[in-house]
């Protein structure tokens, strides 16, 4: 089993910042990538950013240029820088891991993001 937990979740104003950080332990072997998604309140679970193990990125396009994902792969870490936010950027933030052939994903349980006008 492999756990994932987000944390840096929080309250923050328009044009402001935050960092999410997630954390994976467990049996982890073979990571093809790791990344974040967000659920908007009625909306579907989308695609923030993504990274490889070998460090190739791939984002929103309506985060590029604003948020920035990195990794520690020492650490099974993984980050999220976010900048100039915006109130549609309000959501539940997840984390996954992506592993092996198959592959096997999964997810942390989530932190909540919320963006002020």
């Known amino acids: 089993q492999v756990q994932l937990v987000e944390s840096g979740g929080g309250l923050v104003q328009a044009g402001g910042s935050l960092r999410l950080s997630c954390v994976a332990s467990?049996?982890?072997?073979?990571?093809?990538?790791m990344g974040w998604y967000r659920q908007a309140p009625g909306k579907q679970r989308e695609l923030v950013a993504t990274?490889?193990?070998?460090?190739?990125?791939n984002y929103a396009d309506s985060v590029k240029g604003r948020f920035t994902i990195s990794r520690d792969n020492a650490k099974n870490t993984v980050y999220l820088q976010m900048n100039s936010l915006k109130p549609e950027d309000t959501a539940v933030y997840y984390c996954?891991?992506?592993?092996?052939?198959?592959?096997?994903?999964?997810w942390g349980k989530g932190t909540l993001v919320t963006v002020s006008a």
């Open positions: 996954n891991v992506n592993m092996g052939r198959l592959p096997i994903i999964y």
């Open positions: 467990g049996t982890i072997f073979s990571v093809n990538s």
């Open positions: 990274i490889t193990s070998g460090g190739s990125s």
